[in-house]
């Protein structure tokens, strides 16, 4: 399998620019999860899905940020309009709950680095 | 939300074993504790949780205090390439992972 995949790499946009970040989970993981890590916070939860439908999005910062799971295969995060405090790298991670133990164990994407100027 | 503690960097020479400590002494009787590592500029690896008792995988070994209140991570014969920032974190109900500063850990060759 690939692992998550996540587009762009990196991104550099103006302020007021819309920003799309892409994610494809592992096929066959039925949770996706966004993340936001900078130096000063650490990892932060954003939102996360359970097939196809978001459960949790206490961790949106505000009505700027919006993310999307059309289909199993395929997420966005979407932010509009950006400014320079969104920076930071993004990462997409998925999962498989594991019905016997209880948990499941994320594995997380290479990450997207976004600066807004 | 259980908070955690660990050291900010760590040596260790190039096929020792490497004893990385993390301190949760808040954290709920049915959180887990998972360890990643984050190379850098990558994501986030996934190495190995537990909930109680002691743990290992092809990674590593999970050691949990009685207690609960701490553990350790041990990767038994450390080679350059896990030279990375470790990572604990308590999992629950919340489905979240929460990283702190995390441990640098520094193979040595």
């Known amino acids: 399998d690939a692992g998550v995949i996540q587009s762009p790499r990196h991104e550099v946009t103006e302020m007021g620019q819309e920003v799309t970040l892409r994610c494809k989970p592992i096929?066959?993981?039925?949770?996706l999860f966004w993340y936001r890590q900078t130096m000063m916070r650490g990892l932060e939860l954003l939102i996360y899905?359970?097939?196809?439908?978001?459960?949790?999005d206490s961790g949106m910062p505000e009505d700027r940020f919006s993310a999307k799971m059309p289909n199993a295969s395929f997420s966005t995060l979407k932010i509009q309009p950006s400014e320079p405090r969104d920076s930071a790298v993004y990462f997409c991670?998925?999962?498989?709950?594991?019905?016997?133990?209880?948990?499941?164990?994320?594995?997380f994407g290479p990450g997207t680095r976004l600066t807004v100027l | 939300d259980a908070k955690t503690t660990q050291p900010t960097s760590m040596d260790c020479a190039e096929g020792r074993a490497a004893n990385l400590p993390c301190n949760h002494s808040t954290i709920s009787g049915n959180e887990y504790v998972y360890w990643y590592r984050q190379i850098h500029s990558q994501g986030p690896q996934y190495i190995i949780h537990?909930?109680?008792n002691n743990e290992t995988n092809e990674m590593a070994s999970l050691i949990i205090t009685e207690d609960r209140k701490s553990s350790t991570l041990i990767l038994p014969h450390a080679t350059l390439r896990d030279t990375a920032v470790y990572y604990c974190s308590p999992w629950g109900s919340a489905r979240q992972l929460t990283f702190g500063s995390g441990t640098q850990l520094t193979v040595l060759p």
């Open positions: 991670a998925s999962s498989l709950l594991d019905v016997a133990g209880g948990t499941d164990t994320q594995y």
């Open positions: 096929s066959g993981h039925d949770y």
């Open positions: 537990g909930l109680k």
């Open positions: 899905f359970n097939n196809n439908v978001p459960i949790d």
